[in-house]
Structures are given as C-alpha cells and as structure tokens.
C-alpha cells in the first residue's frame, strides 16, 4: 500500500474484494494488478472531483455536491455511471428526507424499509 | 456480468449513510480534497456517491482488463491486462500515463520519444 503522504489512496483490500466480486471464481489476481488499479481508482477520483470542482468554481459555489459529481462524471464521458448516480442521489435524499422526518416524531413503519434493507447489505466496510 | 446486480442493489434501495459502503468514505474525502487546491467544501452526499461511482469503475476497468487476460489464455490477471484495457479504452485516456510510466520494456505497449502510444497487437 502506498505510504507517500502525498498520495492517498483508496484501500488496496477493498479493491481486491470489489475485483474479486466480479471475476470468476477460479480467476487469479496479480498483486501488481490490484496496486495498478488501487491508483487508478485513486485518479479517477481526483479527475472527476476536479472537473466538478471547476464548474463550482466558475458558479462562484463553495460546495461540491452530489450533483456536481454526476454532471462532471457526465461531462466526462462516463454517462452510464452519470444516470446511475443521479438515480442513487436521489434515492439517497429521499432516505434522508425519511429520516429526518423520523426523527421529527413519526414512527411510521413503513418507511422504515430503507432501513431494513439495511441488515440485508452485504457491503463490509473496512478502513 | 455483474452490471445489473449493482444496479438493482442501488435501486433496491440498498442506501444507508451511516452504514457499510465499498469504500471508505474519509478517505474518499481526503482524496478528493488533496485533487486540487479549488476544492474548499464537500457535501455529505459526494463522498457517498463516489464510494458507488469509483465501485462501478474499478468493476468496469477489472472486466475490460480480464477480457485481456482471456485474449493472452491465462487465468491470472496482472498489470499489463490493465494497461491494455486503459489503452483500449477512449474514457480512460486520463489513466494513460499513469498505466504506462513504468511500463516502457514492456512488450504490449511503449511510450515513444514524441509521448505518443504505441500498442503492439
């Protein structure tokens, strides 16, 4: 893993996990391979954060939000992750306005279903 | 291969802010905030959002490169896979020289004197 202090990096065991998940089973993985792509994970995220942080910049805004990330990831080229994005970012606001109209008093169980798909996500976080 | 189950599992709701995302979401942050000196504030939402959009990449770039290694008949994929599969790619142009800075003996592609390109096929 990389130790410069000046590069970060996203977590090489997480990458791993993420090409293992979409590989054959009996598909092997160089370490080299997992490091090439850890960087380039890791520049994709500085490019696009880049190119959203222009248009910010040009609007005269402070905030880069999720918005900003799906029209630079759009302006981009990468479009089919654009509309994917705009369509989590909504669900994703749609969640917090659930939530904190939860926590405003109403416990209506139904929309609570956010919340139990929850315990189905086989995501693991590791940091 | 597998482009619709992430895109079900993003539609199913599958969305929790506080809980397990594929990546790590302060390290997203730090990232995105060392990419350039312009980037003053971050919203919680895009951190979140790249955790999901660099999953999709490294998905796409992982795939592409895999083809590769089955185009060499081999079975494990290492770093030239990817190489080829930045080089082949038009939207991954911005990974080139990140791909090919260390890759000048190898045989599958190599950077000329003029910075151009050249992939043996």
Redesign the interface.
Same mark, same amino acid.
């Given at each position: 893993m990389e130790v410069d202090e000046?590069v970060?990096?996203?977590?090489i065991a997480?990458?791993g996990?993420?090409?293992k998940?979409?590989?054959p089973p009996?598909?092997?993985?160089?370490k080299?391979?997992k490091?090439?792509?850890q960087?380039?994970?890791?520049?994709?995220? =500085? *490019?696009?954060?880049?190119e959203?942080?222009?248009k910010?910049?040009k609007e005269n805004r #402070?905030?880069?939000?999720?918005d900003?990330?799906?029209w630079a990831?759009s302006s981009? =080229? *990468?479009d089919n992750?654009a509309e994917?994005?705009l369509?989590?970012?909504y669900?994703? #606001?749609e969640?917090?306005r659930q939530?904190a109209n939860q926590t405003k008093g109403s416990n209506d169980e139904d929309t609570d279903?956010?919340a139990a798909?929850?315990s189905?996500?086989q995501?693991?976080?590791?940091? | 291969?597998?482009q619709a189950g992430?895109?079900s599992g993003?539609?199913?709701?599958?969305?929790?802010?506080t809980?397990?995302?594929?990546?790590?979401l302060?390290?997203?942050k730090?990232?995105?905030k060392?990419?350039?000196d312009?980037?003053?504030?971050?919203?919680g939402?895009?951190p979140?959002?790249?955790s999901?959009?660099?999953?999709?990449?490294?998905?796409e770039?992982?795939?592409r490169?895999?083809i590769m290694?089955m185009q060499g008949k081999r079975?494990?994929?290492?770093?030239e896979?990817?190489?080829s599969a930045?080089i082949a790619t038009?939207?991954?142009d911005?990974?080139v020289n990140?791909?090919t800075e260390s890759n000048v003996a190898d045989n599958k592609c190599e950077v000329n004197e003029d910075s151009q390109v050249i992939v043996e096929i």
């Open positions: 000046h970060k990096l996203v977590p997480n990458v996990r993420i090409m998940q979409i590989l009996t598909a092997k993985i160089s080299e391979a490091e090439t792509i960087e380039c994970a890791s520049e994709f995220i =500085g *490019f696009v954060t880049g959203a942080s222009d910010c910049h #402070r905030t880069v939000n999720g900003d990330i799906c990831l981009l =080229g *990468f992750y994917a994005m369509r989590y970012l669900k994703l #606001r969640f917090e939530r279903h956010e798909s929850e189905e996500n995501d693991i976080t590791t940091t | 291969m597998r992430a895109y993003i539609l199913s709701g599958r969305i929790s802010k809980g397990p995302h594929s990546l790590p302060a390290r997203i730090k990232i995105m060392k990419s350039s312009d980037v003053k504030m971050i919203s939402e895009a979140i959002i790249f999901k959009a660099c999953e999709l990449f490294i998905e770039l992982t795939k490169a895999w290694t079975r494990t994929l290492n770093k896979d990817v190489a930045v038009d939207i991954f911005f990974l990140l791909v």
